[in-house]
């Protein structure tokens, strides 16, 4: 059974800092491309930022230069480090994990809050 669970959200004022942690079980890690996305009331869900196997990262605009996703491939734990948080940061968080073989093998958390208050 595979089981992604977030930790780290909570209440910041803007400026601050928060380090959301995913820790992944039921999947091969390091196979899986491990990613953050955020949904915010009434929108859609975006991708906030991806890291592959290797390390190889990839951000959406909005969050460069002041988020950071790293991973421990011996913990089975991804992270997001996010400094100079704003007002709009805030949604629920959300870790995937992605592996592309014969099918497509999708897997959700079930979120972590990160509020930003301004």
């Known amino acids: 059974q595979v089981q992604l669970v977030e930790s780290g959200g909570g209440l910041v004022q803007a400026g601050g800092s928060l380090r959301l942690s995913c820790a992944a079980s039921?999947?091969?890690?390091?196979?899986?491309?491990m990613g953050w996305y955020r949904q915010a009331p009434g929108k859609q869900r975006e991708l906030v930022a991806t890291i592959t196997g290797i390390s190889s990262t990839d951000y959406a605009d909005s969050v460069k230069g002041r988020f950071t996703i790293s991973r421990d491939n011996a913990k089975n734990t991804v992270y997001l480090q996010m400094n100079s948080l704003k007002p709009e940061d805030t949604a629920v968080y959300y870790c995937?994990?992605?592996?592309?073989?014969?099918?497509?093998?999708?897997?959700w958390g079930q979120g972590t809050q990160v509020t930003v208050s301004s």
């Open positions: 995937n994990a992605r592996l592309q073989t014969i099918s497509l093998n999708n897997y």
């Open positions: 039921g999947i091969i890690f390091r196979l899986n491309v």
